[in-house]
C-alpha cells in the first residue's frame, strides 16, 4: 500500500488532469495539513509538481484519501473518488475535468 510518507510531497510520477488514476490504489495521509471541510479535522494535503498541483482529502476521516483534485500547468483539471466496490475491488473513478479559464 501507499503511503504519503513514503512519496514524499505525494509526487506521483506524471500525475496530471489527463492521469488515469484507476489502478493507483489507496493513499495513505499521514500528516494533513489543511480542513477543507471546515469541521475542525485535518484532513487534506496539497502538493506541487512541475507539472501541477494535487489536493488530496480523506473526507471520512479514515486516514486514506478518497478524493484528489489535479490542476495542471496548462490550466487543465480533472477530479477522482476513490471508490471501495462490494466485491473488495478499489479504484480511482473519474468525477470531473475540464480547463479553467478556457
Do not use: C, K
Not at 513514503?6 to 488515469?20: K, Q
Not at 484532513?43 to 512541475?50: A, L, P, R, V
Not at 484528489?68 to 470531473?96: K, L, M, N, Q
Amino acid at each position: 500500500m501507499v503511503t504519503s510518507g513514503d512519496l514524499p510531497g505525494l509526487d506521483l510520477p506524471n500525475l496530471d488532469a489527463h492521469s488515469e488514476l484507476g489502478a493507483l490504489g489507496a493513499i495513505e495521509l499521514q500528516h494533513p495539513t489543511q480542513d477543507i471541510d471546515g469541521d475542525g479535522t485535518l484532513d487534506t494535503i496539497t502538493t506541487n509538481t512541475d507539472r501541477a498541483m494535487h489536493v488530496w482529502t480523506d473526507l471520512d476521516h479514515d486516514g486514506y484519501a478518497d478524493h484528489v483534485t489535479v490542476i495542471d500547468s496548462g490550466g487543465d483539471y480533472a477530479a477522482w473518488e476513490f471508490h471501495h466496490h462490494p466485491d473488495g475491488t478499489t479504484e480511482w473513478v473519474r468525477t470531473d475535468s475540464g480547463s479553467l479559464g478556457g
